[in-house]
């Protein structure tokens, strides 16, 4: 027993020794294999994070619970502006301060992550905050993974913020577009340019200014913080060299880049404000329009002196474009209103200028007027003054000045008419064309002309008289409520002279018939002797003063006005052209007495300029007349009118008849007739109205009479009217007249007339082709 014992315990522990062997072999092996998994680990971590940094996407590893920074590759490392992944998360990433404070915050960061407990991986836009402080939009994707053999989760993202930028960049132009077209305020479309710049450029604060032309000075523009600091530094910029870079961008009309501003001398009297606003580098660009002329200045500022990026100056280009065009488009617009509400006021204007009273009250009555044009317009003051004739010179008529405070209305220190005079001859030499013209102090005129001491331009345009080239009836002198004045106020200014001259030649017919009537309260012959002389003048207007007679060639042109009273409203015109035409008018104005002489002397005034201007084209003639007497025509007069051009060569006629009467004729053996012509409206009743023109010819032997409807209405005591039967029937005998057609017709009618009282004005115009008939 004790034997067998001993052989079970010696095999015990044989076995024992064996199975310690093998034990001791397998740790070996395991621990041999142990070794060789830890290499294998390493050699993979190692290759995952040399993989994970070769690639071009930035990459983050969290840890799945905690979202602790496991690892950053080296393209996030750079994108953070840290050397290492303990650093970024340290400073970045578990420092709410250091991340963007809007669109998204750490908080925000934190949430999203969470949101992977539903869903394995997410795909967003995310702003993170670089180096310099500036956001960096990235393309992000997020999803769980195991890392290093931990539960982590990998946001791989890549680098758009250049794309967001462009895409922003093109919203923002087409805003403005959009802006531009819908007409909205400058300073937000100017706002949404300098952000599309600063855009481009980083550390860049823009600014525009809009330039005013009447006060030649720059205005700050813009709402953003950088702009209202800058305004109230500088609330107004002149637009002269040295006056910053923004006023000599202005004055030079070319790009001013300051590298320095503190040592530039353009920014000697504003270093102080750059400093204070933290700028130390500028450039600005002047914006201008389609002609050239300057609308305001485009600034870009940056706080590290410097020359600025060429190429990024070159694509500015289109910015500095948008801001001229949303500049030409809102003036294009404000033009547009101002003259819809100039055309108001200048019909009105029309209107209270026909309307002046003669006599004391005209000066008073012409300085409201007046005040109304300063108001409008915005200017300083305004002075009429008219040529005397009998002193050579011009003396001031009427005038207006701003008063004390800014009122419009004349205070006591408003200039006296006819207390001022201007020799003719100072006048005349310097004056070279009938253009306004600019006087500054040191010119010899501007003394004899400047109403106050302000020293200010004074702006003269000049009144000349359309019926005689070189008479000048009288100056207008505009001093501006700042320095000069806007070129579209002048071009206004200019169609108010054009109205004021027609007041002043008013005036003086007025003040003829005025001076009539005042001398029959006293002594009738001197009434008579002047209204002799309104007759004359009126009938000076019309060839042969009431009696013409013309032979040319083959053709013979008799007329004779007869008005009913001293003065009257019909007119006859007799015009020869260069071209050997000739064009032969007869009208008839709708009233009587002065005021149809004064309507008569404008037509005949106007018809005489348009004939020459339009070379016989009638239908151009009676248009641009017709809208001329139409303009400021409250009192509704108006004129008929029969209007022919003759070749003199050929017998050609282009007849063209505004409501008068048709012209008989007469042809040899043949029965006399009213001719046919098409007739159209009155002149100066319609606006915008055609009228229509026919061709006949009057041949070799034929005869035409034109006449006013003072023929055919010619009473007799009797009460019986001439008649166009009468008329008609006058042309069986003028065939065997040798006076002559038109002495037929004037014998006829004055006596069937007789002893009555004549009741309208007669005219009667004849055209006489000599030769055998054809």
């Keep these: 027993m004790l034997f067998a014992l001993i052989v079970f315990l010696v095999l015990m522990y044989l076995v024992a020794l064996r199975d310690r062997s093998r034990t001791a072999g397998r740790f070996r092996a395991l621990t041999k294999a142990l070794e060789e998994a830890r290499r294998r680990l390493r050699s993979s971590v190692s290759d995952t994070r040399s993989m994970l940094n070769q690639g071009a996407a930035i990459v983050l590893v969290f840890d799945r619970h905690s979202l602790k920074l496991l690892f950053a590759n080296q393209q996030a490392l750079e994108l953070f502006g840290c050397d290492s992944t303990e650093a970024l998360s340290d400073q ?42 500036q956001g960096v939009w990235t393309d992000c994707f997020v999803g769980n993974t195991v890392f290093e053999g931990k539960a982590a989760r990998m946001l791989s993202a890549g680098n758009i913020h250049q794309y967001r930028m462009d895409r922003l960049a093109d919203s923002m132009r087409n805003r403005v577009l959009t802006d531009i077209t819908a007409g909205n305020g400058l300073e937000g479309i100017f706002d949404s340019l300098c952000k599309l710049t600063e855009i481009r450029l980083k550390d860049t604060r823009c600014q525009i200014s809009l330039f005013d032309q009447q006060r030649d000075h720059l205005i700050p523009m813009g709402t953003s913080r950088f702009a209202k600091e800058l305004r109230a530094r500088l609330p107004v910029i002149s637009a002269s060299y040295a006056a910053t870079s923004i006023g ?30 933290g700028v130390n580098s500028v ?29 990024a100056l070159e694509d500015m280009a289109s910015v500095v474009s948008l801001a001229g065009l949303a500049i030409e488009r809102l003036g294009w617009r404000q033009n547009l209103e101002a003259a819809a509400s100039s055309e108001r006021f200048i019909r009105q204007l029309g209107v209270d200028l026909v309307n002046l009273p003669p006599g004391p009250e005209f000066e008073t009555r012409l300085r ?26 011009f003396s001031l008529l009427v005038a207006t000045s701003k008063a004390v405070g800014g009122s419009e209305e004349a205070d006591e220190r408003e200039p006296v008419s006819g207390t001022f005079l201007v020799d003719e001859r100072l006048v005349r030499d310097a004056f070279r064309g009938s253009q306004p013209e600019y006087f500054n102090v040191q010119d010899d ?21 359309i019926e005689q080239s070189g008479r000048r009836l009288g100056l207008i002198t505009v001093q501006s409520q700042f320095v000069f004045i806007a070129q579209e106020v002048i071009e206004h200014l200019q169609v108010i002279a054009t109205m004021v001259r027609t007041v002043l030649l008013n005036r003086r017919l007025v ?53 009913a009273k001293a003065v009257g409203g019909d007119l006859y015109e007799f015009i020869r052209l260069p071209t050997g035409k000739a064009v032969v008018a007869v009208g008839d104005v709708s009233d009587k007495g002065a005021p149809a002489a004064l309507f008569m002397a404008k037509t005949v005034s106007l018809l005489n300029l348009l004939v020459r201007m339009h070379d016989g084209d009638l239908k151009a003639i009676a248009e641009a007349l017709n809208a001329e007497l139409c303009r400021a025509n409250d009192s509704c007069m108006f004129v008929t009118m029969i209007l022919c051009t003759i070749d003199l060569t050929t017998g050609q006629v282009s007849w063209l008849n505004a409501g008068h009467d048709a012209p008989l004729s007469i042809k040899g ?19 915008n109205t055609g009228y229509p023109v026919s061709q006949s010819r009057i041949v070799p032997g034929q005869k035409v009479a034109l006449y006013s409807d003072g023929v055919t209405e010619a ?30 017709l004037r014998q006829q009618i004055l006596g069937f007339i007789g002893p009555s009282p004549q009741s309208d004005d007669i005219t009667i115009l004849t055209v006489h082709h000599h030769g055998a008939g054809s």
């Design 715 to 744: 009473f007799n005591v009797n009460r019986e009217a001439f008649g166009s039967d009468r008329l008609l029937s006058l042309g069986f005998r003028a065939p065997l007249q040798s006076d002559g057609l038109l002495e037929l």
């Design 445 to 465: 005129l501007y003394a004899s002309l400047v109403l106050n001491d302000e020293g200010k331009p004074v702006l003269v345009i000049p009144v000349d008289d």
């Design 248 to 277: 000599t961008a202005a004055y030079t009309r070319k790009r001013i880049v300051c590298e320095s501003i503190r040592a530039d001398h353009r920014w000697q009297g504003g270093a102080a404000v750059a400093e204070a606003l």
């Design 283 to 311: 450039w600005s660009e002047p914006i201008l329009n389609h002609q050239g002329e300057l609308l305001g200045v485009f600034s870009a500022f940056s706080p590290v002196p410097g020359k600025s990026d060429d190429g």
């Design 92 to 133: 970045i990433m578990m420092r709410p301060d250091a991340w963007q404070p809007e669109p998204f915050s750490l908080l925000d960061f934190e949430r999203w992550m969470d949101q992977l407990k539903t869903s394995g991986s997410q795909r967003k836009d995310w702003l993170f905050s670089g180096p310099d402080r």
């Design 368 to 393: 409201s007027v007046l005040h109304n044009v300063v108001a409008q317009y915005e200017l300083g003051s305004v002075g009429v003054w008219e040529q005397r004739v009998e002193q050579e010179g």
């Design 669 to 687: 053996i043949a029965a006399p007739e009213f001719m046919h012509v098409e007739s159209g409206p009155p002149l100066g009743l319609y606006e």
């Design 511 to 563: 003040q003829s018939l005025s001076r009539a009537m005042e001398a029959e309260q006293s002594e009738r012959r001197k009434l008579e002797g002047e209204l002799s002389v309104a007759r004359s003048i009126q009938m000076s207007m019309v060839p042969g003063a009431g009696h013409f007679k013309e032979t040319y060639r083959n053709w013979t042109i008799d007329a004779w006005l007869k008005p």
